[in-house]
């Protein structure tokens, strides 16, 4: 009997610890985190952000990543007014690299996940702010180079830290990958 109770003791306790350790509270950007996510995040003017994961072939956003955005909202519209939260989506295919092809579903598919998260933000959250959308499974286009567009510079931003790897090879174990993903982070007036 009294190893019944010390087990179960136990397990609760092991459960306690998992929880309270599965924290999925906002991030804030900061230049000298070793992240990558946190550095681009903070060269392109954000102040908080999360990462949600997407299962592959779907824009459905799970209830846990429903929650993590739920979160985001929550912290970032307790420090003042939200400006804008701009969200960026990948397919589920890394970043493609300067001139490599991209499938119709690959474009698709990340405009579905960012319109799921726009969605979230404006009609679940009832959010006020701009929600501005960056098709990960896309290259800017030469207007968008050409005149350095805020799609353009929010790219080449995370591209060039290594927050947006667009190869399989080194970069990628350094930084994880984003295929099936969506950075989401806020900025302020």
Same mark, same amino acid.
């Given at each position: ?23 999925? @509270? ?5 230049? @000298?985190? &070793? ?6 995040? /903070? ?37 003042? #007014? ?32 960012? /319109? ?15 929600? #501005? ?31 947006? &790897? ?24």
């Amino acid at each position: 009997m009294l190893q019944k109770r010390l087990f179960g003791t136990a397990l609760a306790a092991t459960a306690a610890l998992a929880v309270g350790c599965a924290s999925t @509270e906002p991030k804030v950007a900061k230049e @000298e985190t &070793p992240s990558k996510v946190s550095q681009a995040v /903070a060269e392109v003017g954000g102040t908080y952000y999360t990462v949600i994961d997407f299962p592959q072939g779907k824009n459905a956003i799970t209830d846990i990543e429903k929650q993590k955005l739920r979160q985001l909202a929550g912290a970032a519209n307790a420090r003042g #007014d939200v400006k804008e939260i701009q969200v960026l989506a990948w397919a589920d295919r890394e970043y493609p690299a300067e001139g490599q092809k991209v499938g119709k579903n690959d474009k698709k598919l990340a405009d579905d996940r960012l /319109a799921a998260v726009k969605d979230f933000f404006k009609k679940d959250l009832q959010s006020k702010a701009d929600v #501005d959308t960056h098709n990960m499974a896309q290259r800017p286009g030469f207007f968008a180079e050409t005149f350095n567009s805020q799609d353009n510079k929010t790219k080449t931003s995370f591209e060039n830290i290594g927050a947006a &790897p667009n190869d399989i090879g080194s970069r990628q174990a350094l930084v994880g990958n984003k295929a099936s993903k969506a950075v989401i982070l806020v900025k302020y007036e």
